[in-house]
């Protein structure tokens, strides 16, 4: 079975300063996908990056970008000039591309505090 | 478009009670997931449908948690006699199609609390 573990209970980054955030994960499968998911106090998940595993360039979304390691099996993100509006819980998700599930397997969650 | 509605956002009720949790997704998406996030056990798959039908319900805790999706553009998530362990927040959740769609968008969840 898939797992996904974030290490990081909490994080603090000073506003403007970039923060990474840690994910691994354990699979056996070669073709995967991997998620991060950012989830404000409004509860609302967002969908903020996404990497397929088949590829070697890491993925880029404007302040946000992913470290993936697939030898290592680790997938962190990168937070850019960090803005008030980062606060919020981030989550990791691996998703199998074998076959057609749909499910997502979250880690346990990182808050993340930006300070003014 | 307005994105997948979940009603009631808030359910306060006793325990023995049956509560009815509500998912409308997104128009044109034909994969829906039903999570639900606790403290102790974070965010977990409950059940998914493809088409309306159930394609992977392993997540469904015990037999008093059941989902229904009658139509595309409704399901059901009943939990019937709930307990105080059933406290949580769940999310519905929609996609495209269930290997193609990559992204999911979520609901805003119901905070589900029984006493």
């Known amino acids: 079975a898939q797992t996904v573990t974030q290490s990081q209970p909490e994080m603090s980054v000073q506003e403007a300063e970039t923060v990474t955030l840690s994910c691994t994960y354990d699979t056996s499968e070669s073709d995967y996908y991997l998620f991060w998911y950012k989830q404000p106090p409004s509860r609302q998940m967002i969908l903020v990056i996404r990497q397929e595993a088949y590829k070697q360039q890491n993925a880029t979304e404007n302040r946000f970008s992913v470290n993936f390691q697939k030898a290592a099996k680790s997938f962190s993100l990168k937070i850019s000039d960090s803005q008030l509006g980062d606060a919020a819980m981030y989550f990791c998700a691996y998703r199998s591309a074998r076959g057609n599930t749909g499910k997502l397997i979250f880690g346990q969650g990182t808050t993340l505090q930006v300070k003014p | 478009d307005a994105g997948v509605i979940q009603s009631p956002r808030h359910e306060v009720t006793e325990m023995g009670q049956e509560v009815t949790l509500r998912c409308k997704p997104i128009?044109?998406?034909?994969?829906l997931f039903w999570y639900r996030q606790t403290m102790m056990r974070g965010l977990e798959l409950l059940i998914y449908?493809?088409?309306?039908?159930?394609?992977?319900d392993s997540g469904m805790p015990e037999d008093r948690f059941s989902a229904k999706m009658p139509n595309a553009s409704f399901s059901t998530l009943k939990i019937q006699p709930s307990e105080p362990r059933d406290s949580a927040v769940y999310f519905c959740?929609?996609?495209?199609?269930?290997?193609?769609?990559?992204?999911?968008?979520f609901g805003p969840g119901t905070r589900l609390t029984v006493t």
């Open positions: 449908f493809n088409n309306n039908v159930p394609i992977d």
């Open positions: 959740a929609s996609s495209l199609d269930g290997a193609g769609g990559l992204r999911q968008y």
């Open positions: 128009s044109g998406h034909n994969s």
